[in-house]
């Protein structure tokens, strides 16, 4: 296991996920069912979309090195981009765009409502396009994947223990940019390598 592949992943995806539609679905989630039964179908969600992602990236490191390190500057920069947008309209938001109606639901049917929802909003999403460049670029896809899943498993936590606290904290709009910002510094230092 490649330790700085892994840490380096969960730092990108921790910081790209915080301030994500995922974040928030999380949090809309855990205040209509139990909070535990949410990360478990979250959880779930999550292990296979970064499945296919790792998948994905293992299938595209079998592409010439220099054509993957293109793709991933232009992954990280469009992800970067996305980042910014989404920071700039959560100034103008309230974000509430997730709080909708409900029935009741228990048990079994609260992981599965939670494991769909969440495995809807995932697909294309900028964490699972960062995971599959990091496969590309690092060649470590189980490294990846448990520093991917781990970062995803953090972030879900902390929506459904902490979150509505942590938004009074801090701007959900200063965490896109952050999240932007690791995304350009991986644009960054993958141009370094390509062009050096």
């Known amino acids: 296991m490649d330790l700085a592949a892994a840490a380096l992943t969960f730092g990108a995806i921790f910081l790209v996920e915080l301030p994500d539609k995922t974040f928030l679905a999380t949090l809309v989630l855990a205040t209509k069912y139990r909070p535990i039964l949410v990360w478990i179908g979250v959880g779930l969600a999550f292990a296979v979309q970064t499945g296919v992602a790792v998948a994905l990236g293992q299938a595209a490191s079998l592409l010439p090195p220099d054509v993957v390190k293109s793709a991933a500057v232009v992954l990280f920069l469009a992800g970067a981009a996305i980042l910014v947008r989404e920071g700039r309209s959560h100034q103008e938001d309230s974000g509430?765009?997730?709080?909708?109606?409900?029935?009741?639901?228990?048990?079994?049917?609260?992981?599965?409502?939670?494991?769909?929802?969440?495995?809807?909003?995932?697909?294309?999403?900028?964490?699972?396009?960062?995971?599959?460049?990091?496969?590309?670029?690092?060649e470590a896809p189980f490294s990846v994947y448990v520093g991917a899943l781990g970062a995803l498993l953090c972030v879900s936590g902390l929506a459904v223990i902490v979150g509505?606290?942590?938004?009074?904290?801090?701007?959900?709009?200063?965490?896109?940019?952050?999240?932007?910002?690791v995304c350009l510094a991986l644009a960054g230092l993958t141009l370094w390598e390509l062009v050096s």
């Open 96 to 138: 509430e765009e997730f709080a909708e109606k409900a029935k009741p639901v228990h048990g079994f049917r609260a992981v599965l409502a939670s494991f769909l929802v969440l495995f809807a909003a995932e697909w294309g999403d900028l964490s699972q396009l960062l995971t599959l460049s990091l496969v590309a670029k690092y």
């Open 164 to 181: 509505r606290s942590l938004l009074r904290v801090i701007s959900i709009h200063v965490l896109h940019y952050l999240g932007a910002t």
